[in-house]
């Protein structure tokens, strides 16, 4: 079964940075991609970012310029670099990994921006 495990969530002020990791079970390049989602209370899980499995990046639109993903596959670890943090930023931020049509999500980690 595969695992995943998030790390690097916390409290920060607006404008701060925070840098989460995705450690994964097994090797990151038997994944047509990885990415990361997020969900705020009583909405829906929405995408972050992502790279496949050739290292090309995907983000949403409101992510571009502020957040980065990067992956180390000697660590089988995606991580998620956030600078220029916003309140609107604050949810739990999930890892998906990807093999086909089959999805495998991390537990969470919650990140919270505050003033």
């Known amino acids: 079964q595969v695992q995943l495990v998030e790390s690097g969530g916390g409290l920060v002020q607006p404008g701060g940075s925070l840098k989460l990791s995705c450690k994964v079970s097994?090797?990151?390049?038997?994944?047509?991609?990885l990415g990361w989602y997020r969900q705020a209370p009583g909405k829906e899980r929405d995408f972050v970012a992502a790279?496949?499995?050739?290292?090309?990046?995907e983000y949403a639109d409101s992510m571009k310029g502020r957040f980065t993903i990067s992956r180390d596959h000697t660590l089988n670890t995606v991580y998620l670099q956030m600078n220029s943090l916003v309140p609107e930023d604050t949810a739990v931020y999930y890892c998906?990994?990807?093999?086909?049509?089959?999805?495998?999500w991390g537990q969470g980690t919650q990140v919270t921006v505050f003033s």
């Open positions: 998906r990994a990807d093999i086909f049509a089959r999805h495998y």
């Open positions: 097994e090797n990151i390049f038997d994944f047509i991609s």
């Open positions: 790279i496949n499995v050739n290292g090309r990046t």
